[in-house]
């Protein structure tokens, strides 16, 4: 089966640099996603990484090792809007059902 | 290009009632998922559908049930709803099964079991 483990809260300060993160145990790995949600709306995506590395996309970046079973997100230059839930998925391998496995979410909180 | 779309988008039922939900995906994209989100429990994985045929299944029991019709709309069922049921079911589309096709999300629709 598949474990994933985040944070349950964060807060941080408008302007600064937050690090989530977020480990895993799975029957083989196939990729690792980030979303953003906020409250009462459907999470939107952020990243993607299968690979060992850091991924980086604007103010948001992502680094994952394998071997670790780790990945985390990384947010610059925080601004109030980044104020949501922060959840990883994990998709196994295909043999191994390959649906997409949520972590329960990180609940970050923005303050001026 | 329009995203995925969802109805109701809220709705009160009564114990022992049935529902069903629908899904307009991504226009192209030929997978559709079901989640269930719950304060205590996150996003559950319900099942996935590709191309009129369940390709994964969660741990739910057997009162949840869904399908995909040919134009790759689907719609999900429950039956003999438990209050345990009140949750925000999700549905997400991707344009194919490759596990870098990345998954887009509808708005949700909000159940209510009374």
């Known amino acids: 089966g598949q474990n994933i483990d985040q944070p349950t809260e964060m807060t941080a300060t408008e302007g600064a640099i937050v690090q989530i993160n977020c480990t895993y145990q799975?029957?083989?790995?196939?990729?690792l996603f980030w979303y953003q949600q906020h409250a009462g709306e459907a999470p939107t995506f952020l990243s993607y990484?299968?690979?060992?590395g850091l991924e980086e996309k604007g103010r948001f970046s992502s680094f994952l090792s394998r071997s670790k079973g780790y990945s985390y997100l990384l947010l610059k230059e925080l601004q109030m809007k980044d104020s949501a839930s922060y959840l990883c998925?994990?998709?196994?391998?295909?043999?191994?059902?390959?649906?997409?496995?949520f972590g329960t979410g990180t609940r970050l909180a923005v303050r001026p | 290009k329009a995203g995925v779309t969802q109805t109701p988008r809220y709705l009160i039922k009564t114990r022992g009632q049935q529902v069903t939900l629908s899904c307009s995906p991504i226009?192209?994209?030929?997978?559709v998922s079901w989640y269930q989100q719950t304060p205590g429990q996150g996003l559950q994985f319900l099942f996935e559908?590709?191309?009129?045929?369940?390709?994964n299944k969660g741990n739910f029991p057997g009162r949840f049930s869904g399908r995909q019709f040919s134009n790759s709309r689907s719609e999900m069922n429950v039956s003999t709803l438990e209050l345990g049921d009140s949750a925000l079911y999700l549905c997400?589309?991707?344009?194919?099964?490759?596990?870098?096709?990345?998954?887009?999300f509808g708005p949700g629709t909000r159940l209510t079991v009374l």
């Open positions: 997400a589309s991707r344009s194919g099964v490759a596990a870098t096709d990345t998954q887009y």
């Open positions: 799975t029957s083989g790995f196939n990729g």
């Open positions: 990484n299968v690979l060992d």
């Open positions: 998925a994990v998709r196994p391998l295909r043999s191994s059902g390959d649906k997409l496995t």
């Open positions: 226009s192209g994209h030929r997978s």
């Open positions: 559908y590709f191309s009129e045929t369940q390709r």
